[in-house]
């Protein structure tokens, strides 16, 4: 049952085999031995979950059910769910239960899913590692001594560790793509405004996407179909026809064009890496793709780039956590401005603290024009770098990070090292491209190496299709951890 | 030397939307705190702002009266600052990028001195720009302690920059008052002061003539135009009084205090803060398409310029007559309903009512109503604290009346009867001097026979009249309205009157 399909287990459920109570029971159970190593969950709160279940069995029986209807989903806990906490992996959301669904949520709701818990994440979603996070790090299921990637690390950690069905992650330079690829499992970052980010609490609003975590591409295609879609919320939401993201999923992969960017194969990919990416090249040949050679010339200035404009956005965004109206208050202090720095001082953790002074300096008068307007600049010609490539090539593949699961603590003095970590999943951000990882090996000490596939704008069902032809042809995305 | 006076404004005009600008909850004024508080005026985590076609409509509408561009491309913005009442810790706003550039007002300026004549002025518009209200901190009400009223966050707001154009408080306070009549005649302001509808910051400077521009101070959130006169004058005078004591004007943001009728500083410039404004990613550019312009284009009212030039050409009424009837729409509009009830042949409409002895009919008329409208309805509205909306006599009312001043049936003293009359009671003007019996005697024989016995009767003072004491002309008039209860046409008593006592 814990390796089955989203497609296997929805038709176990409509079949009677199991009851979304059974399901949820055993995946509750699994969180209580497991969770206290692992870490990847925040919040689980089993009444809350069981009545889910216990209506979408109502609903099995009913004959109303849809695809994911009885299916026990993590979330991550950056998206607000109405009556439970929703920390953002902060101090400073600590206590704070949200009054309301957000966009994700609700979507999920209403297809009869069952939310089975709040996973970790860096906080605010400001990490690489999940080393971040207020509720301590997630250890990675493969290496319990390494990192789960972030900074939707827990719920990497989560499938990984099949403590749940499937997941949802966050990805604002590589939040979803980069843990998929060190926990072994498979993510997708749609196209920007392809998901709502309405009630997903905002780090970079201008890179921010939410999408599906899972054990497969054809499980992030039901995902997908469920999360995506116009939300008259969000004014960055796209206005398109509804799709059906697993309608390519079987078409053969004959006369595809691969893109290789050569800028993600030079200095900085260490070689375990490389060998796997190099191994999945060979196979997409053989599936029936040919590949071309592509230039992202302007590629190497994504990481700077990205750590102008995102914590500029976000020191903004987060300046709703005041300790005024909800979250953390610091409990002594002498007048509003002690208030303030009190309570922003002792809520926030140091990287979340660094990236607000970050970005308060490039939006300071006389600083903006030199990094916030400039950044913003090399922001389009990074874009246009993909356009002109796609003009070549269907899809671009390349390593999703540059190594293989890094040890807890290990970069935890040198933030620029962390952030080089996202170096090939950051520009895809920027852009507003989607991207995915995919599981495609083992690199050094037998620790799972990504694949990353990005595609241009509303490309998923095609990469969606290229992943899932890769698994049919591979087994990588089904192995499991030691111990799981 | 002469000093020269320099004032800019800004004001912010909140429009007349029913929801807030970024979100669905209520603008209505004074509910109970945070009754209006949504999850999106309160900033909640993960909520984001989706803007209100309304307000941008009301914005468009404010361009293109003033004859603005209005920008087919322009940006919201996040203004950064820490305050209670300002839930996300930004306000979102427009900076570089705003939906309104430049236009132009045409203001009355009625001088403050006796004898100076009122004239007109074109003030420029900078620009006028989309933003959202703050909240309210209540400190007052709880001890030691401050309460948020998050009611107004979010309410649309519509702040206009005019360029530093007036060189008086009269200037300053004509340009207010127009632009107040404007924003309420195009409908997208209700204009309410008291609950800060339409605020205003005025920018205060001082130079000798033909020196440079000197330092300004801004008198902050003036809520009505008397303390903007005040407030100006004061302001103006402790200027000029700080420089011609050689002292310096720093930069600051000031307020006035009606009850001392004097300013102070709240802030200088030292502490000015840096708002780091940078474009809302949460907000898509608002892009205004020509169909979009048009469709607004449509909805325009004829403005107030234009209805005060067609008075005057067309009824050949005075620039104060005009201006009077064109304070506000509700005026004007009252004005032309009475009118259209005087005119009732559709050949002496406006539009085709050319040349003649119909125009000189149509101006009289005018004339007639305009002053009518002017003194008694104004006089009678202030006097009842009542608005145009909500006068007692309709127009049509109002212009039957008139109508029966125009034919002789009443006198314009006894017109003053039915008008009291109509106020209190209601009815229409026929009625009423029927009631009333106010009537006025236009039938000759009868006059002529009032006065012949008057004559007869007073065969001593014919005499002296005759043999030149004209004086007496008045207490023969006098008899004779006596006579005939008051409700003799004047103008043929006179007539008869004079012709028989010359013999």
Same mark, same amino acid.
């Given at each position: 049952?814990?390796?089955?399909?989203?497609?296997?287990?929805?038709?176990?459920?409509?079949?009677?085999?199991?009851?979304?109570?059974?399901?949820?029971?055993?995946?509750?159970?699994?969180?209580?031995?497991?969770?206290?190593?692992?870490?990847?969950?925040?919040?689980?709160?089993?009444?809350?979950?069981?009545?889910?279940?216990?209506?979408?069995?109502?609903?099995?029986?009913?004959?109303?059910?849809?695809?994911?209807?009885?299916?026990?989903?993590?979330?991550?806990?950056?998206?607000?769910?109405?009556?439970?906490?929703?920390?953002?992996?902060?101090?400073?959301?600590?206590?704070?239960?949200?009054?309301?669904?957000?966009?994700?949520?609700?979507?999920?709701?209403?297809?009869?899913?069952?939310?089975?818990?709040?996973?970790?994440?860096?906080?605010?979603?400001?990490?690489?590692?999940?080393?971040?996070?207020?509720?301590?790090?997630?250890?990675?299921?493969?290496?319990?001594?390494?990192?789960?990637?972030?900074?939707? #690390?827990? @719920?990497?950690?989560?499938?990984? *560790?099949?403590?749940? &069905?499937? !997941?949802?992650?966050?990805?604002? $330079?590589? +939040? /979803?793509?980069?843990?998929?690829?060190?926990?072994?499992?498979?993510?997708?970052?749609?196209?920007?405004?392809?998901?709502?980010?309405?009630?997903?609490?905002?780090?970079?609003?201008?890179?921010?996407?939410?999408?599906?975590?899972?054990?497969?591409?054809?499980?992030?295609?039901?995902?997908?179909?469920?999360?995506?879609?116009?939300?008259?919320?969000?004014?960055?939401?796209?206005?398109?026809?509804?799709?059906?993201?697993?309608?390519?999923?079987?078409?053969?992969?004959?006369?595809?064009?691969?893109?290789?960017?050569?800028?993600?194969?030079?200095? #900085?990919? @260490?070689?375990?890496?490389?060998? *796997?990416?190099?191994? &999945?090249? !060979?196979?997409?040949?053989?599936? $029936?793709? +040919? /590949?071309?050679?592509?230039?992202?010339?302007?590629?190497?200035?994504?990481?700077?780039?990205?750590?102008?404009?995102?914590?500029?956005?976000?020191?903004?965004?987060?300046?709703?956590?005041?300790?005024?109206?909800?979250?953390?208050?610091?409990?002594?202090?002498?007048?509003?401005?002690?208030?303030?720095?009190?309570?922003?001082?002792?809520?926030?953790?140091?990287?979340?603290?660094?990236?607000?002074?970050?970005?308060?300096?490039?939006?300071?008068?006389?600083?903006?024009?030199?990094?916030?307007?400039?950044?913003?600049?090399?922001?389009?010609?990074?874009?246009?770098?993909?356009?002109?490539?796609?003009?070549?090539?269907?899809?671009?593949?390349?390593?999703?990070?540059?190594?293989?699961?890094?040890?807890?603590?290990?970069?935890?003095?040198?933030?620029?090292?962390?952030?080089?970590?996202?170096?090939?999943?950051?520009?895809?951000?920027?852009?507003?491209?989607?991207?995915?990882?995919?599981?495609?090996?083992?690199?050094?000490?037998?620790?799972?190496?990504?694949?990353?596939?990005?595609?241009?704008?509303?490309?998923?069902?095609?990469?969606?299709?290229?992943?899932?032809?890769?698994?049919?042809?591979?087994?990588?995305?089904?192995?499991?951890?030691?111990?799981? | 030397?002469?000093?020269?006076?320099?004032?800019?404004?800004?004001?912010?005009?909140?429009?007349?939307?029913?929801?807030?600008?970024?979100?669905?909850?209520?603008?209505?004024?004074?509910?109970?705190?945070?009754?209006?508080?949504?999850?999106?005026?309160?900033?909640?985590?993960?909520?984001?702002?989706?803007?209100?076609?309304?307000?941008?409509?009301?914005?468009?509408?404010?361009?293109?009266?003033?004859?603005?561009?209005?920008?087919?491309?322009?940006?919201?913005?996040?203004?950064?600052?820490?305050?209670?009442?300002?839930?996300?810790?930004?306000?979102?706003?427009?900076?570089?990028?705003?939906?309104?550039?430049?236009?132009?007002?045409?203001?009355?300026?009625?001088?403050?001195?006796?004898?100076?004549?009122?004239?007109?002025?074109?003030?420029?518009?900078?620009?006028?720009?989309?933003?959202?209200?703050?909240?309210?901190?209540?400190?007052?009400?709880?001890?030691?302690?401050?309460?948020?009223?998050?009611?107004?966050?979010?309410?649309?707001?519509?702040?206009?920059?005019?360029?530093?154009?007036?060189?008086?408080?009269?200037?300053?306070?004509?340009?207010?008052?127009?632009?107040?009549?404007?924003?309420?005649?195009?409908?997208?302001?209700?204009?309410?002061?008291?609950?800060?509808?339409?605020?205003?910051?005025?920018?205060?400077?001082?130079?000798?003539?033909?020196?440079?521009?000197?330092?300004?101070?801004?008198?902050?959130?003036?809520?009505?135009?008397?303390?903007?006169?005040?407030?100006?004058?004061?302001?103006?005078?402790?200027?000029?009084?700080?420089?011609?004591?050689?002292?310096?004007?720093?930069?600051?943001?000031?307020?006035?205090?009606?009850?001392?009728?004097?300013?102070?500083?709240?802030?200088?410039?030292?502490?000015?803060?840096?708002?780091?404004?940078?474009?809302?990613?949460?907000?898509?550019?608002?892009?205004?398409?020509?169909?979009?312009?048009?469709?607004?284009?449509?909805?325009?009212?004829?403005?107030?310029?234009?209805?005060?030039?067609?008075?005057?050409?067309?009824?050949?009424?005075?620039?104060?007559?005009?201006?009077?009837?064109?304070?506000?729409?509700?005026?004007?509009?009252?004005?032309?309903?009475?009118?259209?009830?005087?005119?009732?042949?559709?050949?002496?409409?406006?539009?085709?009512?050319?040349?003649?002895?119909?125009?000189?009919?149509?101006?009289?008329?005018?004339?007639?109503?305009?002053?009518?409208?002017?003194?008694?309805?104004?006089?009678?509205?202030?006097?009842?604290?009542?608005?145009?909306?909500?006068?007692?006599?309709?127009?049509?009312?109002?212009?039957?009346?008139?109508?029966?001043?125009?034919?002789?049936?009443?006198?314009?003293?006894?017109?003053?009867?039915?008008?009291?009359?109509?106020?209190?009671?209601?009815?229409?003007?026929?009625?009423?001097?029927?009631?009333?019996?106010?009537?006025?005697?236009?039938?000759?024989?009868?006059?002529?026979?009032?006065?012949?016995?008057?004559?007869?009767?007073?065969?001593?003072?014919?005499?002296?009249?005759?043999?030149?004491?004209?004086?007496?002309?008045?207490?023969?008039?006098?008899?004779?309205?006596?006579?005939?209860?008051?409700?003799?046409?004047?103008?043929?008593?006179?007539?008869?009157?004079?012709?028989?006592?010359?013999?």
């Amino acid at each position: 049952m814990l390796n089955s399909s989203l497609q296997q287990l929805g038709s176990a459920l409509r079949a009677k085999k199991i009851s979304s109570v059974e399901l949820t029971q055993l995946y509750l159970d699994r969180i209580a031995a497991l969770n206290p190593a692992l870490n990847a969950y925040i919040t689980t709160h089993a009444e809350t979950s069981l009545a889910q279940a216990r209506a979408a069995d109502a609903r099995l029986s009913g004959g109303t059910a849809q695809a994911l209807t009885g299916i026990p989903i993590a979330q991550k806990d950056i998206f607000c769910a109405k009556g439970w906490r929703t920390t953002c992996g902060s101090k400073m959301l600590e206590n704070f239960v949200a009054p309301y669904d957000a966009h994700v949520i609700g979507q999920f709701n209403s297809a009869g899913a069952v939310n089975l818990g709040k996973t970790n994440m860096d906080e605010f979603a400001m990490g690489s590692s999940n080393e971040t996070s207020y509720f301590g790090a997630v250890k990675n299921p493969w290496d319990q001594n390494a990192v789960p990637g972030g900074s939707s #690390g827990g @719920s990497a950690c989560a499938v990984a *560790a099949r403590l749940c &069905a499937a !997941a949802t992650g966050t990805d604002t $330079g590589g +939040s /979803i793509r980069q843990p998929a690829a060190l926990c072994g499992i498979s993510g997708l970052k749609p196209t920007y405004g392809t998901v709502s980010r309405y009630g997903m609490i905002a780090f970079a609003s201008s890179l921010d996407q939410a999408g599906p975590m899972a054990r497969s591409a054809e499980d992030l295609a039901l995902l997908l179909n469920t999360m995506a879609g116009f939300d008259e919320r969000d004014s960055t939401s796209l206005q398109r026809d509804k799709e059906d993201y697993a309608r390519d999923l079987s078409k053969p992969l004959t006369g595809l064009r691969i893109g290789l960017p050569k800028e993600f194969f030079a200095e #900085g990919l @260490s070689s375990d890496v490389g060998k *796997a990416v190099e191994t &999945a090249i !060979a196979e997409y040949k053989k599936l $029936g793709a +040919s /590949i071309v050679e592509i230039s992202l010339p302007n590629s190497k200035l994504s990481v700077p780039v990205y750590y102008v404009l995102a914590p500029a956005e976000a020191s903004s965004n987060l300046s709703r956590f005041d300790g005024v109206r909800y979250g953390y208050r610091a409990p002594d202090y002498t007048d509003l401005a002690d208030m303030y720095e009190k309570s922003r001082a002792q809520g926030f953790g140091a990287e979340v603290k660094r990236r607000i002074m970050i970005g308060t300096y490039v939006l300071s008068h006389g600083y903006y024009d030199a990094y916030y307007l400039q950044a913003q600049k090399i922001r389009r010609l990074i874009a246009q770098d993909f356009t002109d490539a796609f003009k070549q090539c269907d899809i671009i593949i390349g390593p999703t990070s540059p190594s293989t699961a890094f040890k807890l603590g290990e970069k935890g003095d040198d933030p620029v090292q962390m952030y080089l970590s996202d170096i090939y999943t950051i520009a895809v951000n920027l852009a507003g491209l989607p991207g995915m990882s995919i599981p495609c090996g083992f690199g050094a000490a037998n620790m799972p190496v990504g694949l990353q596939i990005i595609g241009n704008y509303f490309a998923e069902a095609h990469m969606l299709n290229a992943a899932h032809q890769y698994q049919l042809a591979t087994d990588w995305h089904v192995r499991t951890p030691n111990g799981i | 030397m002469q000093w020269e006076i320099v004032i800019g404004l800004e004001v912010h005009a909140q429009l007349s939307t029913s929801s807030k600008i970024f979100s669905g909850a209520s603008t209505a004024f004074g509910a109970e705190p945070n009754t209006q508080a949504d999850a999106v005026s309160i900033a909640l985590p993960g909520v984001l702002p989706v803007l209100n076609k309304g307000a941008v409509e009301r914005a468009i509408k404010f361009g293109l009266a003033v004859g603005a561009h209005i920008a087919p491309h322009s940006v919201f913005a996040r203004k950064n600052y820490f305050y209670p009442d300002l839930p996300k810790g930004y306000q979102i706003s427009q900076f570089d990028l705003p939906v309104v550039g430049q236009g132009a007002l045409t203001i009355q300026v009625e001088p403050l001195s006796g004898n100076a004549k009122p004239y007109e002025k074109v003030v420029r518009i900078t620009r006028a720009h989309l933003e959202e209200d703050a909240g309210k901190s209540l400190h007052g009400d709880f001890h030691g302690m401050t309460g948020i009223d998050l009611n107004r966050a979010g309410t649309p707001l519509l702040e206009i920059v005019s360029e530093p154009d007036m060189c008086s408080a009269a200037e300053a306070v004509a340009y207010a008052k127009a632009l107040h009549s404007l924003v309420r005649w195009i409908g997208i302001c209700d204009g309410n002061m008291q609950e800060g509808s339409f605020r205003c910051d005025v920018n205060v400077s001082v130079r000798k003539t033909g020196a440079p521009l000197g330092t300004r101070r801004e008198i902050k959130n003036l809520n009505s135009f008397k303390f903007m006169q005040q407030a100006i004058d004061y302001e103006v005078q402790w200027q000029i009084g700080t420089l011609e004591n050689g002292g310096k004007i720093q930069q600051a943001t000031i307020l006035f205090n009606p009850d001392t009728g004097t300013t102070h500083a709240m802030r200088s410039k030292e502490d000015a803060h840096d708002y780091r404004y940078f474009p809302d990613p949460d907000l898509l550019p608002l892009d205004i398409t020509p169909a979009m312009l048009e469709q607004v284009r449509a909805t325009l009212p004829e403005l107030p310029q234009a209805r005060r030039e067609r008075y005057t050409s067309e009824y050949a009424l005075s620039a104060y007559d005009a201006n009077s009837l064109t304070a506000s729409r509700e005026m004007a509009d009252f004005f032309e309903a009475v009118l259209a009830e005087m005119s009732p042949s559709p050949q002496s409409s406006p539009a085709s009512g050319r040349g003649g002895e119909r125009e000189n009919q149509s101006s009289t008329s005018a004339k007639m109503c305009a002053n009518w409208l002017i003194g008694e309805v104004s006089a009678q509205l202030n006097r009842d604290g009542l608005e145009m909306t909500q006068c007692p006599i309709t127009p049509q009312q109002l212009g039957g009346m008139l109508q029966r001043i125009a034919d002789s049936t009443i006198s314009n003293a006894g017109a003053k009867d039915v008008f009291r009359a109509m106020w209190s009671e209601g009815g229409d003007a026929d009625a009423i001097i029927e009631a009333k019996g106010l009537k006025q005697v236009s039938d000759s024989g009868a006059i002529e026979a009032l006065v012949d016995e008057i004559i007869a009767a007073n065969a001593d003072k014919v005499t002296e009249y005759r043999s030149g004491k004209d004086k007496l002309f008045g207490f023969f008039v006098g008899l004779a309205m006596k006579a005939s209860k008051g409700k003799a046409n004047p103008a043929q008593l006179n007539e008869i009157l004079k012709r028989k006592l010359s013999g």
